[in-house]
């Protein structure tokens, strides 16, 4: 029978290589989805997502069937002359999110705009569905 050392730690070391492997080299294949906030005002939702050093026609924005869905791609541009890269975390390639819009959104008006990196949606609620004040009588 021979005696061998056990490394208590050696399949974290192992999982930890394979992480980092992962993260040293983009992959066009991996997917990754940009940051997104979602807020309501009187008049209409707002989506707001990042999307930094991405150009304006590699982003797609459409609604359909009551579900607006982002599409777009980052490149990644590699570095030349010898000069690699020590982290690489951002991601890069592909990228689709989809959101679920409420019926009480008016589709027909959905609007746009892209500025610094971000994008902005404005999805305005229909006239029905704005609150509104009812004045409340009091009888004597």
Known sequence: MS?????????LRLFED???RMFS???????????VDIFETEHELVLKADLP???????DVRVEN?????????????QSAGKGYHRIERGYGQFV???????????????AEYQHGVLTVRL???EA????????????
């Open 53 to 59: 050093e991405i150009s304006l026609q590699d982003i």
């Open 97 to 111: 999110r989809s959101f679920a819009v409420p019926s009480t959104v008016d589709t027909e008006k959905v609007a």
């Open 3 to 11: 005696i061998t050392h056990f490394d208590p730690l050696a399949n």
């Open 66 to 78: 009551q579900t607006l869905t982002l599409k777009g791609e980052r490149d990644f541009e590699k």
């Open 124 to 126: 305005p609620k229909k």
């Open 18 to 20: 394979a992480v980092s």
């Open 129 to 140: 569905a704005k609150p509104r004040q009812v004045k409340v009588e009091v009888k004597n």
């Open 25 to 35: 080299e983009p992959q066009g294949n991996r997917p990754w989805s940009p940051a």
